[in-house]
């Protein structure tokens, strides 16, 4: 079983800064597409940014110039550097991780969610 441990989220003034980071478990990372999504109370979730194995990249139109994410394989850990926020930023932030294995009979695809975590940016 995959696990995702997200930390990193709280409070913080408008135009901060938070880095949020998501460790998962097993030996699968390396292979992993990852991504964070936020959820915002009474709105879907949504993608905010996401890593390919590769190192490729994609941000969501809302926070492009805002937001960064990495990986470090080494770590198993993925990062989400939050800079600028803003009022609407404030949403519960998960990790998600996605792969796929293949065997001779088919390809099979997992994805695993992390418990999130909230931020909230207020004066």
């Known amino acids: 079983q995959v696990q995702l441990v997200e930390s990193g989220g709280g409070l913080v003034q408008p135009g901060g800064s938070l880095r949020l980071s998501c460790t998962v478990s097993g030996s699968i990372f390396s292979m992993a597409v990852m991504g964070w999504y936020r959820q915002a109370p009474g709105k879907q979730r949504e993608l905010v940014a996401s890593?390919?194995?590769?190192?490729?990249?994609k941000t969501g139109d809302s926070v492009k110039g805002r937001f960064t994410i990495s990986r470090d394989n080494a770590q198993n850990t993925v990062y989400l550097q939050m800079n600028s926020l803003n009022p609407e930023d404030t949403a519960v932030y998960y990790c998600n991780v996605r792969y796929t294995i293949a065997t001779i009979a088919k390809i099979n695809e997992y994805e695993y969610w992390g418990q999130g975590t909230q931020v909230t940016v207020s004066s």
């Open positions: 890593i390919t194995s590769g190192g490729g990249t």
